[in-house]
Each structure stands twice: as C-alpha cells, then as structure tokens.
Nanobody, 122 residues
Framework: QVQLAESGGGLAQPGGSLLLSCVGSGKMSDIRAMGWYRQTPGKQRERVADILLYDGSTIYADAVKGRFTISKDNTKNMVYLQMNSLTPDDTAIYYC???????????????WGQGTQVTVSS
C-alpha cells in the first residue's frame, strides 16, 4: 500500500504562483509514475501533469503547458507542482496520484491523496 499527502494549496492572485508538494509513504518502490490531477464541482477529475520516477519524463495537460512544472525528489519520495501565471480557471482541488508498476488481478493499482484546495482570485 502507498499513502500520499499533499500540501501547499491556498489562495493566490491571478498571475501569481503556488508550489504544491506531495509526499509518498509505504511501498513507494512499487510506484512507476506520479502526477497531479485537479477537479472542480460538477466536473470530472482531469490530469494536470505526470512524471515517470525512473527517468523524469513528463507529460502536461495543454491548459498548463508553459505555466506549470512537475518535478520529483526520489530520495524523499516527493513530487512537486510549481504553478506560475495562475488564472481563476486553475481554481480546483488538486490531487496527488501514484501509479503502480505492477498489474494486480488484471488492473494497475492507483493511489490518491486527500487533495488540496487551490483558489485563484483577486
């Protein structure tokens, strides 16, 4: 089992920045990739960015390319999301995600944090 805990959310002004952090615990050696998702009321959770733990390859949603940066520190089991040039459309609950490297009973285990609220408003 893997547990994830996010921190760093809060209130930012349009054009401002926030840094989100996620720390993993438990069997982190089972994890292949980690990432950030976000969700607003009435909408599906959407991927923001992913990073492969073994080589640092990254994927970004079009809406955040050039503004957000995902990074990792394998020694600390940490993943970060640096968010710059924030807009009100970035307001959401942000969730940390971890994906296992194994297939168990025909599916790939996935883990989620509790989420952290990000609000962008003047």
């Amino acid at each position: 089992q893997v547990q994830l805990a996010e921190s760093g959310g809060g209130l930012a002004q349009p054009g401002g920045s926030l840094l989100l952090s996620c720390v993993g615990s438990g069997k982190m050696s089972d994890i292949r990739a980690m990432g950030w998702y976000r969700q607003t009321p009435g909408k599906q959770r959407e991927r923001v960015a992913d990073i492969l733990l073994y080589d640092g390859s990254t994927i970004y949603a079009d809406a955040v390319k050039g503004r957000f940066t995902i990074s990792k520190d394998n020694t600390k089991n940490m993943v970060y999301l640096q968010m710059n040039s924030l807009t009100p459309d970035d307001t959401a609950i942000y969730y940390c995600n971890a994906i296992s490297r194994w297939v168990v009973d025909g599916s790939v285990p996935e883990y989620w944090g509790q989420g952290t609220q990000v609000t962008v408003s003047s």
